[in-house]
């Protein structure tokens, strides 16, 4: 992979899985609102719009182990030190798998906690609540996947992170529709079917990295065990990957105040916001293809010191980001009536997503820039940069969004649209630092940031773009 040539051909091909694999993430989205909108229940819809907000916050906090491990895997390969490769497999799927079961041994303070962050109603926060404990079921199963999708990604081994994405849609689709149409479990049941399919896709993703690691591979694993598991190195990894948890927590606030806005405004209104975030969430995921292939192809053009294949990987990934930001907004633009209707049956929620749509159509491409830069500082594992970029956007969107309250609605989305803007003119600022560094061996400093090659094996973490909550 790391010898590839760069071309529009190369970066299609790498692209393609990953946009096919992503694409079904928003539609499992699609499908969960579906199952619930076509109830005519508009509680129930706004329960699983306000629940989904609540996991990813719970989940994506320990997102780095998604981000970090694509660019961390991306510079070992690109500097063909393969024992740390495999280092990083064993490391990130552990933490994950703590991680997840600590957040369902706290989830009892969790959940009330999380819940006191949003302006729902009491039957609403009861449903949704249900919603959030089913989800939990599932969080070692999803906090280690993280790490294998990141890791698979990080190679550039594409279609094989999009098999483990069709196997874990694939399964929460089948059984969101089993648990809710079947045995009318509600929003529970959307719930339970996604945690569900989250340990199917962990096996599945086991067994895709044993074959990826080959034999050869999985028996080195068993002797350099010790390695992944060094108190000082597990140490390192949790410091440098405090700048991502950040960067992280301080989007999802962002996307959590959008979703509480909605909430302010009444469950028919945090319905139809709903509604309309699956649009800009299909459109997100098709431009992560881009994205991040640009994090693959700049963590291994970093870790092979090559400037210019640095420079060709961000103006090709940026070419395809931007003709298909212009592709979806076309098409949102024009079938965003028919998509509506065939989400929900509410005619109040129907009213109100129409009114809004064409700030869901002009999102693709006022937020590819944005998307485009996450994956470009994600490979080059530059944390301190996506922390203070993420800090800063989110201040200016909330700061934006109390300005335009008066406008109601239409407020809510000129301040999201803006959101846009602001992270990527935010990033912006850290580009031309960035730029300078790219090619030359940089001393290590506390942050982690400008780590050169001879450096690779402190693990930092980059920075995006979760599932569904953050596009």
Do not use: C
């Amino acid at each position: 992979m790391t010898s590839a040539a760069i071309t529009r051909r190369a970066i299609f091909a790498q692209a393609w899985p990953i946009m096919v694999g992503q694409i079904t993430v928003p539609l499992v989205g699609l499908v969960d609102t579906a199952v619930i909108g076509r109830t005519g229940d508009a509680v129930a819809l706004a329960a699983v719009a306000l629940g989904s907000f609540v996991v990813t916050f719970l989940f994506w906090t320990f997102g780095f182990l998604r981000m970090g491990m694509t660019g961390l895997t991306a510079q070992a390969e690109g500097a063909k030190d393969a024992v740390e490769v495999r280092a990083l497999l064993i490391r990130g799927i552990a933490m994950g798998f703590g991680l997840g079961l600590a957040l369902i041994a706290l989830q009892v303070a969790l959940i009330p906690l999380a819940f006191r962050l949003f302006a729902g109603a009491g039957q609403l926060d009861a449903v949704a609540e249900g919603f959030v404990a089913a989800r939990l079921f599932g969080a070692p199963a999803a906090l280690a996947g993280f790490a294998i999708n990141g890791w698979l990604l990080g190679l550039g081994r594409t279609r094989a992170a999009l098999l483990l994405q069709i196997v874990m849609n694939t399964a929460n689709i089948t059984l969101d529709l089993i648990f809710v149409w079947h045995f009318g479990w509600g929003a529970r049941g959307v719930g339970f079917g996604t945690s569900s399919a989250e340990w199917i896709a962990l096996a599945t993703g086991l067994g895709i990295a044993a074959s990826v690691l080959g034999r050869e591979g999985r028996t080195a694993i068993r002797r350099e065990i010790a390695r992944a598991f060094d108190p000082a190195a597990l140490k390192r990894l949790f410091g440098v990957n405090a700048d991502i948890m950040v960067r992280t927590i301080a989007l999802l606030i962002l996307f959590g105040w959008f979703a509480n806005a909605g909430a302010r405004l009444g469950p028919v209104q945090l319905g139809a916001n709903h509604v309309l975030s699956q649009f800009v969430a299909v459109a997100a995921y098709v431009l992560d293809g881009f994205a991040f292939t640009a994090e693959s192809r700049v963590g291994q053009a970093i870790g092979s010191k090559s400037r210019t294949n640095f420079l060709r990987a961000i103006r090709l990934t940026g070419e395809f980001s931007f003709a298909s930001g212009l592709v979806f907004v076309v098409a949102i633009a024009f079938g965003g009536r028919w998509l509506v209707e065939l989400m929900t049956s509410n005619p109040h929620v129907q009213e109100r997503a129409l009114a809004l749509a064409p700030f869901a159509a002009l999102q693709p491409l006022i937020g590819a820039p944005a998307w485009l830069l996450d994956g470009i500082f994600i490979g080059a594992t530059r944390g301190k940069a996506l922390r203070n970029a993420a800090i800063l956007s989110t201040a200016l969107y909330v700061a934006t969004d109390i300005a335009l309250r008066p406008w109601g609605a239409l407020g809510v989305w000129i301040a999201l649209t803006l959101s846009y803007v602001y992270r990527a003119a935010t990033l912006g600022l850290w580009w031309p630092g960035l730029l300078r560094e790219v090619g030359t061996s940089q001393s290590p400093s506390p942050s982690g940031e400008g780590l050169g090659v001879g450096q690779r094996l402190m693990p930092i973490a980059g920075g995006e773009a979760p599932p569904q909550p953050l596009p």
